[in-house]
Nanobody, 117 residues
């Protein structure tokens, strides 16, 4: 069974940082591109960033480019998202997904990120 467990969210002031983690199990993690998406209540999923299976190819949404860094540790079956210079508009529930499922209902429970002073 595919399982994705997100963690690391919290309340942070504008300009602050957080590091999200996504622990994967039930599939060959290193063989899949992985993505982060986020969702604000009442709105659809917004794609944030994707990393290839080997970690060498990375893309970011324009809204987070230069502030967020995606990475992965295939030995630990874990995906990360380092978020710096956070803005109030980054407030959302963040989910990880296998990239081909980025538009599907998230498998995990997500982790809440709230940016507020």
């Amino acid at each position: 069974e595919v399982q994705l467990v997100e963690s690391g969210g919290g309340l942070v002031q504008p300009g602050g940082s957080l590091r999200l983690s996504c622990r994967a199990s039930g599939f060959g993690f290193s063989g899949y591109a992985m993505t982060w998406v986020r969702q604000v209540p009442g709105k659809g999923l917004e794609w944030v960033s994707v990393v290839s299976g080997d970690g060498k190819s990375i893309l970011y949404a324009n809204s987070v480019k230069g502030r967020f860094t995606i990475s992965r540790d295939n030995a630990k079956n874990t995906l990360y998202l380092q978020m710096d210079s956070l803005k109030t508009e980054d407030t959302a529930v963040y989910y990880c997904a296998r990239d081909f499922e980025r538009s599907a209902p998230p498998r995990g429970q997500g982790t809440q990120v709230t940016v507020s002073s």
